[in-house]
């Protein structure tokens, strides 16, 4: 049994199959890069290295997912899959042209959900109920890039949004039979275990139905880079990562669903740290360390395993 409760463990709990995440482009953009907030962007931002559909370009969506079904059922054996609109921010339009975008997934009969990740101050009430919609239908998840709960870390990194923000979002997202997951990122800059594992508890403290963690790394030609080059940002070791992501997992209800532990990066996009490479590695050994110290998901706020 594993200390936390995996997404694929959830999916497979749901439908009773495994169920393939098909990662594509619809053609979004973010407002922190194209000037509306910023040009510069999140200090860590580089999709190319964050996003295999950004790598390639002008594939159409549908020709994406029926790709991705392929790969999945050749792969992983999968019956059944969740398509996840990924790069940049996928609520940045009219709902008109959102509605356009995510209903190809009609097309394809054997997809069961839908994941649609963006920034929590780009959803309102008209695009979170055309989002509400598809759960007549679908399996629904609006995911939420939070990074940290701590005002002065979003400023630092550039975020252009606020920990109210966030706040705002998940109440109008709730009760609508959306499930909401939150990106947080391990490592971010000034931030203190303490800091990060607050982030934690404000997390479970919201009963949100899922997170992704991500170790913070740097990527060639961003800010991050810079920071790092000048010696004003030093990457977490594995160890500590493993130490503290435990440590966080603690923290979360064990309802909650763990969508990631880790990240990847393309090699010829990775500056530091080597480790994040080793996605695997990474994810065993945080396993390791949880039950070595008899440590579980939930158990620093009196809960035991669990799941939805």
Wanted: proline share 5%; aromatic share 10%.
């Amino acid at each position: 049994m594993k200390p936390y409760y995996k997404f694929s463990d959830y999916l497979k709990e749901k439908f009773d199959c495994r169920v393939h995440k098909i990662t594509v482009d619809a053609g979004f953009s973010c407002p922190n890069i194209d000037g509306t907030l910023s040009k510069r962007g999140c200090i860590f931002c580089e999709n190319y290295a964050f996003s295999p559909p950004v790598r390639k370009k002008n594939i159409p969506v549908e020709q994406q997912i029926r790709e991705g079904m392929e790969y999945g059922t050749r792969r992983y054996r999968a019956k059944k899959f969740l398509v996840y609109f990924q790069p940049y921010s996928n609520t940045y339009a009219t709902a008109k042209i959102l509605e356009e975008r995510y209903d190809i997934i009609r097309k394809f009969q054997d997809i069961v959900g839908v994941s649609i990740g963006t920034r929590p101050d780009l959803v309102d009430e008209k695009k979170i109920s055309l989002i509400e919609g598809y759960t007549r239908e679908y399996e629904v998840w609006i995911e939420y890039g939070l990074q940290s709960v701590h005002d002065r870390t979003l400023k630092l990194i550039n975020r252009n949004h606020t920990f109210k923000d966030f706040l705002k979002a998940v109440e109008l997202t709730r009760n609508r039979g959306i499930r909401i997951c939150a990106h947080v990122i391990i490592g971010l800059p000034g931030e203190t275990e303490e800091d990060i594992l607050e982030t934690a508890k404000e997390c479970s403290r919201l009963d949100i139905d899922a997170i992704k963690i991500h170790p913070l790394h740097v990527v060639k030609g961003t800010i991050l880079e810079k920071m790092f080059n000048e010696g004003k940002y030093v990457p977490l070791e594995l160890e500590s990562y493993v130490e503290i992501t435990s440590q966080f997992l603690c923290h979360l209800n064990p309802r909650m669903v763990i969508q990631r532990l880790t990240a990847d990066c393309p090699k010829e996009m990775l500056v530091t740290p080597e480790w994040i490479n080793r996605k695997q590695q990474v994810i065993m050994k945080i396993e390791e360390n949880m039950l070595k110290k008899n440590l579980s998901q939930g158990c620093s706020i009196g809960k035991g395993p669990g799941g939805l």
